[in-house]
């Protein structure tokens, strides 16, 4: 089966906000993504709001809810109690849970299930109470898988950044790609769905979609982003659709 496509809307939202203007406009820009085709949209509010807003939530949730009811909002964040109370009142289909801290650049790791199972365990049982989907964060590393079903998530999201690291290099990929597979293979037996994301391009997905055929879903802002700048949004994401197997 195809891998469903979630536009991450990151990078759009901080190229708007380099100015204090409303364009590029996130909504507007998801809507042409999702009109292209893309099965949901993807953003990671951090607390200093340096791309997403905590106010262009409702408006992407209404734009889901009113125009592509069958497509839906996934939302990335470290779990503090404001993140919970957040994602608690928009109410997205899928909260990704990662491990960062707020002045990272950028999400660069997996969680340590064994060792923050404590603050893991308690959060994804109040958001699955709550009906959401729980996706995890999770590095190449096939002997942590059993320690996140042990905690009753959904899902979990491979870092993919050191594949995505190897652009230029097929020699480098190969082993990342089975490093990522093998992991893959660990989370089917334990009964986790698999998501991807990170550095994701058009050139490398192809790859990655041979070795893991049942990946149920990729997140791809950046490189997607970047890409649109050259072929427009919806080309971009019709690109993205094909690599992904659709």
């Given at each position: 089966?195809?891998?469903?496509?979630?536009?991450?809307?990151?990078?759009?939202?901080?190229?708007?906000?380099?100015?204090?203007?409303?364009?590029?406009?996130?909504?507007?820009?998801?809507?042409?993504?999702?009109?292209?085709?893309?099965?949901?949209?993807?953003?990671?509010?951090?607390?200093?709001?340096?791309?997403?807003?905590?106010?262009?939530?409702?408006?992407?949730?209404?734009?889901?809810?009113?125009e592509f009811p069958s497509c839906e909002f996934n939302i990335e964040g470290y779990p503090s109690e404001d993140f919970l109370e957040l994602v608690e009142r928009i109410e997205?289909?899928?909260?990704?849970?990662?491990?960062?801290?707020?002045?990272?650049?950028?999400?660069?790791?997996?969680?340590?299930?064994?060792?923050?199972?404590?603050?893991?365990?308690?959060?994804?049982?109040?958001?699955?109470?709550?009906?959401?989907?729980?996706?995890?964060?999770?590095?190449?590393?096939?002997?942590?898988?059993?320690?996140?079903?042990?905690?009753?998530?959904?899902?979990?999201?491979?870092?993919?950044?050191?594949?995505?690291?190897?652009?230029?290099?097929?020699?480098?990929?190969?082993?990342?790609?089975?490093?990522?597979?093998?992991?893959?293979?660990?989370?089917?037996?334990?009964?986790?769905?698999?998501?991807?994301?990170?550095?994701?391009?058009?050139?490398?997905?192809?790859?990655?979609?041979?070795?893991?055929?049942?990946?149920?879903?990729?997140?791809?802002?950046?490189?997607?982003?970047?890409?649109?700048?050259?072929?427009?949004?919806?080309?971009?994401?019709?690109?993205?659709?094909?690599?992904?197997?659709?």
């Amino acid at each position: 089966m195809p891998a469903k496509l979630s536009v991450n809307l990151n990078a759009v939202a901080m190229l708007r906000n380099r100015r204090d203007l409303p364009w590029p406009s996130v909504t507007g820009l998801g809507r042409i993504a999702l009109e292209a085709g893309a099965h949901g949209l993807t953003v990671h509010p951090r607390p200093d709001q340096r791309h997403i807003r905590f106010s262009d939530l409702p408006d992407l949730r209404a734009l889901i809810d009113d125009e592509f009811p069958s497509c839906e909002f996934n939302i990335e964040g470290y779990p503090s109690e404001d993140f919970l109370e957040l994602v608690e009142r928009i109410e997205p289909e899928q909260v990704t849970l990662v491990p960062d801290d707020p002045a990272q650049a950028t999400s660069d790791h997996g969680w340590d299930f064994e060792g923050q199972g404590g603050l893991l365990e308690p959060v994804i049982a109040r958001l699955k109470k709550s009906g959401f989907r729980v996706s995890l964060f999770s590095d190449a590393e096939p002997g942590g898988i059993a320690a996140a079903k042990a905690l009753e998530a959904d899902r979990v999201e491979l870092y993919t950044g050191p594949y995505g690291g190897c652009y230029d290099n097929p020699q480098k990929a190969a082993p990342e790609i089975e490093k990522l597979g093998k992991t893959a293979d660990a989370a089917r037996v334990a009964g986790l769905a698999v998501n991807a994301g990170h550095d994701l391009t058009v050139a490398n997905l192809p790859a990655l979609m041979r070795r893991i055929p049942d990946l149920a879903e990729v997140s791809i802002g950046h490189g997607l982003t970047a890409d649109a700048l050259e072929y427009g949004m919806a080309e971009t994401v019709r690109r993205f659709l094909k690599a992904c197997g659709n």
